[in-house]
């Protein structure tokens, strides 16, 4: 089931809020806004509201029998990933970044947050379709830059679509597959990368691909391969 907002807050703290009060939210639920008015991101950055641009979220209800929970975070990427792909007039215009920013012609295309309340994960997603948001010092994008976009509630079809067939697979085959198939649609290994922690240090080095646990390996220049947990990748 999609339900269509008008306009509200963050659809991330609708659901939370639902499920904090004790409401039942289904897998495969969605609850999507046309226009939000207290969108966030990942490090308490607001997120852009464009009209026309995709704004939803979702929730998984995590058992202990289910794949490391961080690693839906890269599964979340991969959902937008592959939604997005079919759209692009050329595929190798598109990417993912660690952990689940998707880059099309190098720029930022959408934004995904997870948050939890108890075992319930709440997955929100940002997707310019439409228009893309100016931040200085980082390079944004829509897809109406490159081709024809799809309508918002259309493209919630398609992104619910994907997401329930990519929990299917996080949950049957584990996470190998899935790091698998991320670094397939990643930057190739080699790429230069910078890190930076939310304390204002950084550290440079190559993608090395990803560890057995979804860490992101960074190759420095003394030889060293780093796992990286957290941060902002550039």
Sequence with gaps: MIEFLEETGSTNSDLL???????RVAEGDWLVARRQTAGRGRQRREWFDGEGNFM??????????DPPAHTLALASGLVVYE????????????MLKWPNDVLLNRAKLCGILLETAGNAIVIGMGVNLAKAPQIQGRATIALSEVTKAPQADEFAEELAD??????????????????????TAAHPQGTPLKVHDSDGSAIAGQFDGLSEDGSLMLRLDNGETRAINAGDVR
């Design 83 to 94: 939604a997005i792909l079919p759209l692009c007039p050329d595929p190798a215009q598109l």
């Design 56 to 65: 939803g979220s979702t929730v998984v209800h995590y058992t202990d029998r």
């Design 17 to 23: 809020d639902r499920i904090k009060s004790g409401e």
């Design 162 to 183: 994907c997401f329930s067939a990519e929990l299917e697979r996080w949950r049957s085959y584990g996470v190998d597959p899935l790091l698998r198939r991320w670094c």
